[in-house]
């Protein structure tokens, strides 16, 4: 049994008649009455009795009318939903996030609303790994990524370069001046994540110290914002790194952030995308990455 066969057959069913409910379907007469007759003959009973001049449904005819009108409702219901589902996620962007996006991030959602007021946008926070994959099986529409030049089935498209700054206690001398040469800090301990918890971070960072002529000293691991702060406010002097559209915002009492001397380390943002042409509001969430980047970062000059 198809649904073309359910609708023809309530539509004679209404009618009465062959010739007005193919006018009604907008389909020819003999496509409407072979339809019928392929569904009586796959329930062994007649629908409808036909003369010259009358049609009249059978017992059988009436006994099937209203499930068939409960199996067009059921169709139109269901294609009520999809048509919901699909405008839903027509106007949802579903975007993975990166650590340290800071003001970017506040800039950008400023940016969309303000291009498409309708659209939703949908943050996701998960490993970089999983981003990639869940842009690849369509579970996310983009994600920002760090680190990676290339991926499987996937675009990377080059966003702008995420700055880096010193984080240093406030009563440092250092923390007095307006930049920081990395070659000044090559007498205090460095706090980074572990190597393998962010590779791409660790290496710019070890690799800029060497550049400027020092291996770095390290010391104890960057945990969390708040503990890493707290201890180089308190403890023993030592120094870290923050992105800077990160720094605009984050809460580091006792703590300055400075800028690097040039050269100044800086990681590149790309955003991961599924190759082919971009949906509307894919396209509409590059133009508002564009205009972050042309933007820029207004670098706060803390005391």
Same mark, same amino acid.
């Given at each position: 049994?198809?649904?073309?066969?359910?609708? *023809?057959? $309530?539509? $004679?069913?209404?009618?009465?008649?062959?010739?007005?409910?193919?006018?009604?379907?907008?389909? $020819?007469?003999? @496509?409407?009455?072979?339809?019928?007759?392929?569904?009586?003959?796959?329930?062994?009973?007649?629908?409808?009795?036909?003369? /010259?001049? /009358?049609?009249?449904?059978?017992? =059988?005819?009436? =006994?099937?009318?209203?499930?068939?009108?409960?199996?067009?409702?059921?169709?139109?219901?269901?294609?009520?939903?999809?048509?919901?589902?699909? /405008?839903?996620?027509?106007? /949802?962007?579903?975007?993975?996030?990166?650590?340290?996006?800071? @003001?970017?991030?506040?800039?950008?959602?400023?940016?969309?609303?303000?291009?498409? #007021?309708?659209?939703? $946008?949908?943050?996701?926070?998960? #490993?970089?790994? @999983?981003?990639?994959?869940q842009v690849r099986e369509g579970e996310l529409d983009a994600a920002f990524i760090r680190g990676a030049e290339h991926s499987p089935d996937l675009e990377l498209l080059p966003l702008w370069s995420d700055v880096l700054v010193a984080a240093l206690p406030a009563r440092h001398p250092l923390a007095a001046q307006r930049e920081v040469a990395l070659a000044d800090l090559a007498d205090l301990p460095l706090r980074l994540a572990p190597r393998e918890a962010n590779p791409h971070l660790a290496d710019i960072v070890v690799g800029a110290?060497?550049?400027?002529?020092?291996?770095?000293?390290?010391?104890?691991?960057?945990? @969390?914002?708040?503990?890493?702060?707290? =201890?180089?406010?308190?403890?023993?002097?030592?120094?870290?790194? *923050? *992105?800077?559209?990160?720094?605009?915002?984050?809460?580091?009492?006792?703590v300055t952030f400075r800028p690097f001397a040039e050269p100044a380390p800086a990681v590149r943002t790309c955003l991961a995308v599924r190759s082919g042409p971009p949906s509307q509001r894919l396209t509409t969430l590059l133009d508002a990455c564009n205009e972050v980047e042309r933007r820029g970062v207004d670098y706060p000059r803390h005391p």
């Amino acid at each position: 049994m198809e649904l073309r066969q359910v609708r *023809y057959f $309530v539509g $004679v069913a209404e009618e009465l008649h062959f010739g007005r409910a193919a006018e009604r379907l907008h389909i $020819v007469q003999p @496509t409407v009455s072979q339809q019928v007759r392929r569904l009586e003959r796959e329930f062994g009973l007649d629908l409808f009795d036909r003369t /010259t001049r /009358t049609v009249t449904l059978t017992a =059988a005819g009436r =006994a099937f009318l209203p499930h068939a009108r409960a199996i067009l409702r059921a169709e139109r219901a269901a294609s009520e939903a999809m048509a919901g589902l699909r /405008t839903e996620q027509e106007s /949802t962007l579903r975007l993975g996030t990166n650590v340290g996006l800071g @003001t970017r991030l506040d800039a950008l959602l400023t940016a969309l609303t303000e291009r498409a #007021p309708q659209l939703m $946008v949908e943050l996701v926070s998960v #490993p970089s790994a @999983t981003r990639l994959q869940q842009v690849r099986e369509g579970e996310l529409d983009a994600a920002f990524i760090r680190g990676a030049e290339h991926s499987p089935d996937l675009e990377l498209l080059p966003l702008w370069s995420d700055v880096l700054v010193a984080a240093l206690p406030a009563r440092h001398p250092l923390a007095a001046q307006r930049e920081v040469a990395l070659a000044d800090l090559a007498d205090l301990p460095l706090r980074l994540a572990p190597r393998e918890a962010n590779p791409h971070l660790a290496d710019i960072v070890v690799g800029a110290c060497r550049t400027a002529g020092f291996e770095p000293i390290m010391g104890p691991a960057f945990t @969390t914002d708040q503990d890493t702060l707290a =201890a180089i406010a308190s403890g023993r002097p030592s120094w870290t790194v *923050y *992105y800077e559209a990160q720094a605009q915002i984050q809460p580091a009492p006792r703590v300055t952030f400075r800028p690097f001397a040039e050269p100044a380390p800086a990681v590149r943002t790309c955003l991961a995308v599924r190759s082919g042409p971009p949906s509307q509001r894919l396209t509409t969430l590059l133009d508002a990455c564009n205009e972050v980047e042309r933007r820029g970062v207004d670098y706060p000059r803390h005391p």
